[in-house]
């Protein structure tokens, strides 16, 4: 089984474990903050840097933590980091701080992060919790970027970024011409109907695969 | 603060800015419970009491213990952890005196404590410097919306479990249409107040 996981490539991974996508964790920052680009890379930036300072400190402390308090424990943890970040964000970035509001404090209750912590974090060492933490935390923030990809360019017409820090533009692009994009992206129904159609997308890839390696062996046990 | 500031404090939580629809918060338990419309009644009356609940100690907790210490950064940390034990509380007495619903609802119950709903609530009434009657009132307001749209969308999915849908969006995908289109529902609400 694991030498079958390792033949996968990087990409079939991301979209085999995908935490948003395939297992449904974490919908509700990527339903809300998938309006532009800079919001999706600015919070999986921060998501991946709570997530592997999390498993990090959580796989440190697993062996000293009493079972019974094992949650109040890694949420404590989790907060505390969310804090700093939060704290970091709004002073270094305070555009992205405001634009991504409350959700940043709700990254605390990202299920991902908890999710992984209690199921991979805590039974492994510190080196396959930090790597697990940053697998996770770039398949979270490819979601991200899909999503507010597909949300942006057909809400604005506009595909833009700008650098956090100075609010410089890096790059803005104009796809659709103006009076042809379509707002309804931009609100609430736009990104459940994305979402929806990418995880739907997503697991038509994973049923088709599936029949081809079912497909395959069959094939195999016939010449054998 | 008039009586009808604080209606329009509990509409405005309830349907105008619905907690799911308009807000993207508590969706994972929203796809997870919905599928059965006893156990979305349960799960929205559990919510109803934890947000309250939290929500209420919160307040408390905070203009009360972190303002006069000066430890007002500090508030994610204590929310989280009032809410923890909040739900545990909840737990403990779900299993003892209805065993059937503790064990429809299963999993959910302690995942209450990441419903991201729960913790907005509780911080928002902070952000938005309410009142403490006004708390009181936004956090029954908003849970409210949020077990009625729970409520909505089971009958739904009940329905949808029998209709004839594309391979790939059978279960979750397909009931994010469903959402989708009642969010158009829901926009009509807003400019009501």
Sequence with gaps: MSEKKQKRSFVSEMLYNNPVFGLYLGICSSLAITTTLNNAIGMGIAVIVVLVLSNIVVSLLAPITPDEIHIPVYIVIIASLVTI???????????????????????????????????????????????????????????????????????????????????????????????????????????????????????????????????????????? | MSLSSLFTIFISGMLINNIILSKFLGICPFMGVSTKLSSAVGMGLAVIFVIFGASVFSWFLYYYALVPLGLEYMKLICFILLIASFVQFVEMFVKKTSPSLYKSLGIYLPLITTNCAVLYVALDNITQKYTLVETIVNSIGVPAGFMLMLVIFATIRERLDSADVPEAFKGNPIALVVAAIMAIAFGAFAGLV
């Design chain 1, 85 to 224: 970040v939060g704290m970091l964000m709004q002073a270094f970035t305070p555009q992205l701080f405001s634009a991504l509001g409350a959700f940043i404090d709700l990254i605390v209750v990202n299920c991902i992060i908890l999710g992984r912590a209690e199921a991979y974090a805590s039974k492994n060492n510190v080196l396959d919790s930090a790597k697990d933490g940053l697998m996770m935390g770039l398949s979270y923030t490819f979601s991200l970027i899909a999503m507010s990809f597909i949300r942006q360019l057909l809400g604005t017409g506009v595909l833009s970024m700008s650098n956090p820090m100075t609010n410089a533009e890096i790059f803005s692009l104009r796809l659709i011409p103006e009076g042809y994009e379509i707002g309804i992206f931009t609100q609430q129904t736009g990104a459940f109907l994305t979402f929806a159609i990418l995880a739907a997308a997503v697991t038509a890839y994973k049923n088709a695969n599936d029949k081809k390696e079912v497909a395959k062996q069959k094939a195999k046990e016939a010449q054998a």
